[in-house]
C-alpha cells in the first residue's frame, strides 16, 4: 500500500522517526487501514485464546484498540509525530484491572498487531527510499511500545487503587473488631465481605511494639488483618491455632516485637487485644522478661497477678508487713528465702540450690522467718497470698535469680525443713 507514492526523506532530529517519514504517506496508507484491522484482529485471534472468540466483551474491545491504534498511526504520520494516546489506551488497562483479568492478553495483542502492521508496510515499501522505510519501522514498534507502556500505567494505576482501597477497607474491619465490642457477627461479616476477608472461627489480636517510625514495615500472609498506622500498631491473626499456623505466624512476626492475645472467637477479638495491650505494657517495663513476640498464654499467672496493682499492693504491705522493719538488703534476702520455700515443697537442699546458697545458710534464714511470721506459715491460704505476693514483688523488681533448670528442677534428696507443724 505504501508503494503508491515515494518521496524523500526528511531529518527532523526533535521528531525521529516520525521526522523521517513523509507525511503525505499518511493519505496513502488510509484507504486500507479497514483490510489491515481485519487482518491483525484475525491473527490476534488465532494467537490469544482470550480473544479467539468471536464475539463478546473481549471481541468488542479488541476491534476498538486495533482500530484506534491504526487511526492514531496514521494521524501521527501525518502530523510528522505527536504524542501518542495515552488517555484512551490508559483507560484500556484500567478496564482490564477493572475486570480482574491479567494484563498479559492485550500485551500478547499489541505485539502481534505491531508484526501484522509492519509486514504489511514492509510489503508495500520497495518503492520508498531505505530511511523512510527504517523510519516506518521505527515508528510501528515505537507506537506499539507507547501504546503498550500506556495501558499498563493504567493498568497498575487502577490495581494500585483497588489495593488501597482494600486495604482502607480492612483497615475499618480491623477497628470495627478492636473498638467496638458490642459488634455482632452480622456486622462484621458484612464488612468482611466487603473487604474480601474470609471470616475465621477465631482470632488472635496482636499489639505490637513498633517504637522507631524509620523501622522497616513488616509484611504480612495477607489474611491477616493490620493497621501499623493505629496510636497502638495492631493485627488480627485469623484462625492462630490452625495446623502449621503457630509457624506460619512466628515467621511473619520475627522481624517484629509484641504480643498474641488469647485465641478468642471473632466476635472477642478486642477482649484478646486488651489483654495483649496489657502484657505488652508489662513487657515495656521489664516484668516480663521476654525478648521478640510473646504469647500471653505463657503468662496468663502474671497477667492475672498485675490485674490490679493497686489491691495487689495493699496485698503485699499486709501480708509482708514482718519484713517492714527490716533494711532492703534484709528484705530481700528474707523475701527470697521464703518465695523459694513456699515454691521447692520444704526441701533445704532444693531450696539452697535455687539460691545457690549453702543449706546452713537456708536453715538460718528460715528460722528468722519463722520467728518473724508465727502462726501465718502454718495456714494454707494464708501461704498461697503469701507466695502471690512473692511473686509479684520478685517480677516488679526484674529479679535475676534462677529459677533452676535441669537437674535443680527435679526432688533433690536431702533435710525436709519445716516451720513447727503440719
Not at 337 to 360: C, D, F, I, K, Y
Request: proline share 6%; hydrophobic share 40%; net charge negative.
Amino acid at each position: 500500500m505504501t508503494a503508491e507514492a515515494s518521496f524523500p526523506a526528511r531529518t527532523r532530529p526533535d521528531q525521529i522517526p516520525w521526522g523521517n517519514i513523509p507525511s503525505e504517506l499518511a493519505e496513502h496508507i488510509q484507504p486500507h487501514l479497514d483490510s489491515l484491522a481485519e487482518e491483525m484482529i484475525a491473527e490476534i485471534q488465532s494467537q490469544v485464546r482470550e480473544y479467539s472468540r468471536g464475539d463478546g466483551p473481549y471481541a468488542i474491545m479488541l476491534r476498538t484498540i486495533v482500530e484506534r491504534a491504526l487511526q492514531h498511526f496514521v494521524d501521527r504520520i501525518a502530523a510528522s509525530g505527536g504524542p501518542p494516546d495515552s488517555e484512551f489506551f490508559q483507560a484500556i488497562g484500567r478496564g482490564e484491572a477493572g475486570e480482574g483479568r491479567s494484563l498479559d492478553p492485550l500485551q500478547a495483542a499489541m505485539r502481534i498487531g505491531g508484526l501484522v502492521a509492519w509486514r504489511r508496510l514492509s510489503e508495500n515499501a520497495y518503492d520508498l527510499d531505505p530511511r523512510v522505510i527504517a523510519a516506518l519501522g521505527e515508528a510501528v514498534f515505537l507506537h506499539q511500545n507507547e501504546i503498550a507502556k500506556s495501558a499498563a500505567e493504567g493498568y497498575h494505576q487502577a490495581r494500585a487503587a483497588a489495593a488501597g482501597e482494600m486495604q482502607r477497607r480492612r483497615r475499618r474491619l480491623l477497628d470495627l473488631m478492636l473498638s467496638d465490642p458490642s459488634a455482632g457477627p452480622e456486622a462484621i461479616a458484612d464488612l468482611a465481605a466487603a473487604a474480601h476477608w474470609q471470616v475465621p472461627r477465631t482470632v488472635a489480636a496482636v499489639a505490637l511494639d513498633i517504637r522507631h517510625q524509620d523501622t522497616r514495615p513488616p509484611a504480612f500472609p495477607p489474611d491477616v488483618l493490620s493497621d501499623l498506622s493505629r496510636t497502638q500498631p495492631s493485627l488480627i491473626i485469623p484462625d492462630p491455632d490452625g495446623p502449621g499456623r503457630a509457624q506460619l505466624v512466628d515467621r511473619a512476626l520475627a522481624d517484629c516485637s509484641g504480643v498474641i492475645g488469647p485465641t478468642v472467637p471473632v466476635t472477642e477479638a478486642a477482649r484478646s487485644m486488651l489483654l495483649a495491650r496489657q502484657m505488652l505494657q508489662l513487657a515495656q517495663r521489664g516484668v516480663i522478661e521476654a525478648h521478640g513476640v510473646i504469647r500471653c498464654v505463657d503468662h496468663m499467672s502474671t497477667l492475672i497477678l498485675f490485674q490490679d496493682e493497686t489491691l495487689l499492693g495493699s496485698l503485699a504491705e499486709l501480708r509482708l508487713a514482718p519484713l517492714a522493719h527490716l533494711r532492703n538488703s534484709q528484705q530481700d534476702r528474707l523475701a527470697e528465702t521464703l518465695l523459694a520455700w513456699l515454691q521447692s515443697g520444704r526441701n533445704a537442699n532444693e531450696v539452697a540450690m535455687r539460691l545457690h546458697v549453702h543449706p546452713q545458710t537456708v536453715r538460718y534464714r528460715l528460722r528468722q522467718l519463722e520467728e518473724l511470721f508465727g502462726d501465718q506459715l502454718l495456714d494454707p491460704d494464708l501461704r498461697f497470698e503469701l507466695e502471690i505476693v512473692l511473686r509479684a514483688r520478685r517480677l516488679q523488681q526484674g529479679s535475676t535469680a534462677s529459677t533452676g533448670s535441669g537437674e535443680q528442677q527435679r526432688a533433690v534428696s536431702g533435710e525436709v525443713i519445716t516451720f513447727r507443724r503440719y
